[in-house]
């Protein structure tokens, strides 16, 4: 349930969008999507976590590439959102309004989910071939860039090659796309590290402003990334995560996948939130504040 009775311009899985002429407010829901459906049940506090890990990293990466954030602080809610501060406090941001190109980036430093799949069918990951011999969970060499296209709600994002990538957007802006994507990723995977989160793989949206890319959406999230603990990682199986992961499990065990998903229990859902804002202290180093 949204927080706002005002009716958003555009509506994600998660986010709400408001279009304000020069610029754009993005609110993080509650909901949560699996298996390309938005649940009934929403998880809480997870709205904030995402906002607030992606700021976190915007100002991480202050240096390595500009974004889009303008202020995530109330006091810069535009008027007719100001009766709701309550809410969005902790869940919006102001951003500037971009033109975004029309691919997911996505890097994977380990093998897993459906280039897991794919390599054991192919030995390749979205066509790139990969060394003999990795298992569930393996390392990689250097990281690999893997974009897809941007599904609709309920339809699948399609992974593509590099070539398609630069057919879509052109080869010097694909190029651009892939090396920042990588660089930003490097970034992140080795302050993650230090506190003790692998980071498996992520997914970026850019766009330009003025003619510069900027990076945009939302950045190195559970709802965007693979998060896993470094003092429990074990080549070779499955790795818990810090994200949706109990809600899909429970959802693998309890559905046949046909009609509606089911209402989620109690258990899962705290469970799922609890993971969440465990993901947003060990990166950050600091208490989630509810």
Not at 92 to 109: H, N, Q, S, T
Not at 163 to 184: F, H, M, N, P, Y
Not at 200 to 217: M, N, Q, S, Y
Request: with cysteine; aromatic share 10%.
């Amino acid at each position: 349930m949204s927080g706002i009775d005002i009716k958003p311009d555009a509506q994600g899985k998660v986010r709400d969008l408001y279009d304000l002429g020069d610029k754009l407010l993005l609110v993080a829901s509650d909901r949560i999507s699996a298996f390309d459906y938005i649940l009934e049940d929403e998880i809480p506090y997870k709205g904030q976590v995402l906002t607030q890990l992606s700021c976190f990293w915007f100002e991480l990466l202050d240096g390595v590439i500009e974004n889009h954030l303008i202020s995530a602080d109330v006091k810069d809610l535009p008027e007719q959102f100001k009766p709701y501060e309550d809410y969005l406090r902790g869940r919006f941001m102001l951003v500037k309004k971009a033109d975004m190109f029309p691919v997911e980036c996505i890097v994977r430093g380990y093998l897993a989910g459906s280039g897991l799949k794919e390599y054991e069918r192919e030995g390749t990951v979205c066509g790139i071939e990969l060394p003999q011999g990795l298992v569930n969970s393996s390392k990689l060499e250097t990281p690999i860039f893997t974009p897809s296209t941007k599904a609709e709600i309920g339809d699948h994002d399609e992974n593509i090659s590099f070539e398609r990538t630069a057919e879509l957007i052109g080869d010097e802006a694909a190029a651009a796309l892939r090396d920042l994507s990588i660089k930003v990723y490097s970034t992140a995977r080795d302050h993650a590290a230090a506190q003790g989160i692998i980071i498996a793989d992520t997914k970026f949206e850019f766009g330009r402003v003025d003619g510069k890319i900027i990076l945009g959406d939302e950045v190195l999230t559970p709802d965007s990334s693979r998060f896993w603990a470094v003092d429990t990682y074990a080549e070779g199986q499955e790795q818990p995560s810090f994200d949706k992961q109990f809600v899909r499990n429970w959802l693998n065990d309890n559905w046949d996948r046909t009609g509606n998903p089911p209402r989620l229990p109690q258990d899962v859902i705290e469970k799922t939130s609890e993971k969440y804002i465990q993901a947003y202290e060990r990166i950050t180093g600091r208490t989630f504040e509810k």
